[in-house]
């Protein structure tokens, strides 16, 4: 089983809501990360969990609020999103320094699809 | 100057092609060299990985590292409509747990 599995594919939320996007592996990685995609553009990563604790911020607004229950699951909750918030999140998850017979790689979900009106 | 550079494309070649995507970077210190595929409204999916410089080939994809240039290479021989895709380097340096990402090469081949 090498699959990243995200939830809800698609999700379609207004400025003043609160929602949550979920992320599950069970592959045994310990490193775990969300990434923003917007149109036409490369991932850009927003947050690093290894080993269920935060270990990246790239300086993502507070609206933005990342948990990592245990080393399976990763959510992002959201609060108070902007417009400009729309994009495809993706999640992905990978073995850890020190487990990795490919330093580096990174295994995607297939992303949910955020909208914010 | 961005630490990776790739031309976005799009790309557009006739079935059967051999097609040749490209970047190169500035920083050094990156040893693990990337290849993800990612079709449109999916997730990126590795392709193919090379660790310092070399040649590393699977079926009629071939991944190219020249460090003393800077330079990697990803060459996909007998192109088939289903290598329809946007082609993203990637890269890191040993104990990284950030991948730097090319722009993405936006790739169609025609029947």
């Known amino acids: 089983d090498t699959e990243v599995t995200q939830t809800p594919k698609h999700l379609v939320m207004g400025m003043t809501n609160k929602k949550s996007l979920k992320c599950e592996q069970h592959m045994g990685h310990r490193a775990m990360y969300w990434y923003k995609q917007k149109a036409k553009k490369p991932p850009e990563l927003m947050f690093v969990y290894s080993y269920e604790k935060l270990s990246i911020n790239e300086s993502v607004p507070s609206r933005f609020s990342p948990e990592c229950p245990n080393s399976s699951l990763l959510n992002l909750h959201l609060h108070a999103l902007q417009p400009e918030d729309s994009a495809l999140y993706l999640c992905?998850?990978?073995?850890?320094?020190?487990?990795?017979?490919?330093?580096?790689?990174?295994?995607f979900g297939e992303g949910s699809r955020l909208t914010v009106l | 100057q961005k630490e990776v550079e790739q031309d976005p494309g799009p790309l557009s070649v006739p079935e059967g092609a051999i097609v040749s995507l490209n970047c190169t970077y500035s920083?050094?210190?990156?040893?693990?060299f990337m290849w993800y595929r990612q079709y449109s409204r999916k997730g990126p999916e590795l392709l193919m990985y090379t660790y310092s410089s070399g040649n590393k080939e699977d079926g009629r994809f071939t991944a190219q590292v020249d460090k003393s240039s800077k330079y990697i290479s990803l060459f996909i021989r007998d192109s088939q409509p289903s290598d329809s895709a946007t082609y993203l380097c990637a890269m890191s340096s040993v104990g990284a747990q950030k991948l730097v990402f090319g722009q993405g090469t936006r790739l169609t081949i025609n029947p």
């Open positions: 920083n050094s210190a990156f040893q693990y």
């Open positions: 992905a998850s990978s073995p850890g320094l020190a487990g990795a017979n490919k330093p580096g790689e990174l295994f």
